[in-house]
T-cell receptor, first 113, second 114 residues
């Protein structure tokens, strides 16, 4: 099976712009979770989508949003970018039921100037 | 509020010896624990997991031990190899409706010297 894929791998934006990141889960996986990794805060949970519905949400401002499509692919959007949004954004997928492992994609490195 | 803590930022061991990475948690509701290995600018790679109904799980050179009374888990790597050098994260989740939400520790950088 192909793994989790994320596009683009690298992005450079300026403050105030918005950005959309894409994630394609492993085939058959219905849950997609998004995480932000920064040197200061580590890996932090953003939100999880399951069957096109947001099932869990982390402690991030409303500028961070996401959605999931019927084929389980997911996008996350960050509006009004701030310098502090520079990070590695990771998505992970799982089947979405019970205690199970999440498998991560390679991440999208976002730099906000 | 750091619910999952890895108190050792780094660990250095000799090739062939045992590496022991530790993780503590505060939330007694956690019922599933995982270890991931991560290289810079890459996504975490799953290593091994354990549910709260067990106290040990083994997979090849990797063994995870869970001590629920102490709210402590550890990852043992035997024997350690130079290719094991990476950042190791422990993570936890709770509840069947929350398995998509992992809480991560801050990571421990393991260096295995040849």
């Amino acid at each position: 099976k192909a793994g989790v894929t994320q596009t683009p791998r690298y992005l450079i934006k300026t403050r105030g712009q918005q950005v959309t990141l894409s994630c394609s889960p492993i085939s058959g996986h219905r849950s997609v979770s998004w995480y932000q990794q920064t040197p200061g805060q580590g890996l932090q949970f953003l939100f999880e989508y399951f069957s096109e519905t947001q099932r869990n949400k982390g402690n991030f401002p409303g500028r961070f949003s996401g959605r999931q499509f019927s084929n389980s692919r997911s996008e996350m959007n960050v509006s009004t970018l701030e310098l502090g949004d520079s990070a590695l954004y990771l998505c992970a997928s799982s089947v979405g039921q019970g205690l199970e492992t999440q498998y991560f994609g390679p991440g999208t490195r976002l730099l906000v100037l | 509020d750091q619910q999952v803590k890895q108190n050792s930022p780094s660990l250095s061991v000799q090739e062939g010896r045992i590496s022991i990475l530790n993780c503590d948690y505060t939330n007694s509701m956690f019922d599933y624990f995982l270890w991931y290995k991560k290289y810079p600018a890459e996504g975490p790679t799953f290593l091994i997991s354990i549910s709260s109904i067990k106290d040990k799980n083994e997979d090849g050179r990797f063994t995870v031990f869970l001590n629920k009374s102490a709210k402590h888990l550890s990852l043992h790597i035997v024997p350690s190899q130079p290719g094991d050098s990476a950042v190791y994260f422990c993570a936890a989740s709770h509840g069947s409706g929350n398995t998509g939400k992992l809480i991560f520790g801050q990571g421990t950088t393991l260096q295995v010297k040849p």
